[in-house]
């Protein structure tokens, strides 16, 4: 089971930093993801790490501003959300894959098995 946490609301410019607690399992062993749905749209990918944390890919729409990272030993993975815009507001979910994936072109929602709850963040203009 998936938790994200660490959502709200702040002011463009803002940053935030979300993340990600795994029970009932052990994800180390998977990639994991953060993808996002803004209303009346499609889920799309933010960002993923492999299983070691070594490798990252970033969408480009928030490379350069997000940063994707995890922490084996804690079972957690988490989101540095930086320079927010009003156009990242949306429910961010959190998502591990039981398949041995290439993180930078699996990005495709339906590559995760594992997905939790979603924490929503609203950026304000």
Not at 15 to 40: D, E, I, K, N
Not at 70 to 86: E, F, G, I
Not at 87 to 94: M, P, Q
């Given at each position: 089971?998936?938790?994200a946490?660490?959502?709200?609301l702040v002011?463009?410019?803002?940053?935030?930093?979300?993340?990600?607690?795994?029970?009932?399992r052990?994800?180390?062993?998977?990639?994991?993801?953060?993808?996002?749905?803004?209303p009346?749209?499609?889920?799309?990918?933010v960002?993923?790490?492999?299983?070691?944390?070594d490798?990252?890919?970033?969408?480009?729409?928030v490379?350069?501003?997000?940063?994707?990272?995890?922490?084996?030993?804690?079972?957690s993975?988490?989101l540095?959300?930086?320079?927010?815009t009003?156009?990242?507001?949306?429910?961010?979910?959190?998502?591990?894959?039981?398949?041995a994936?290439?993180?930078?072109?699996n990005?495709?929602?339906?590559?995760?098995?594992?997905?939790g709850?979603?924490?929503l963040?609203?950026?304000s203009?």
């Amino acid at each position: 089971q998936l938790q994200a946490y660490g959502g709200g609301l702040v002011q463009a410019g803002g940053s935030l930093r979300l993340a990600c607690a795994a029970s009932g399992r052990t994800f180390s062993s998977y990639p994991m993801a953060w993808f996002r749905q803004a209303p009346g749209k499609e889920r799309e990918f933010v960002a993923a790490v492999s299983r070691s944390g070594d490798y990252t890919y970033h969408a480009q729409s928030v490379k350069g501003r997000f940063t994707i990272s995890r922490d084996n030993a804690k079972n957690s993975v988490c989101l540095q959300m930086n320079s927010l815009t009003p156009e990242d507001t949306a429910v961010y979910y959190c998502a591990a894959s039981s398949l041995a994936l290439r993180i930078q072109y699996n990005t495709a929602s339906g590559y995760y098995d594992y997905w939790g709850q979603g924490t929503l963040v609203t950026v304000s203009s």
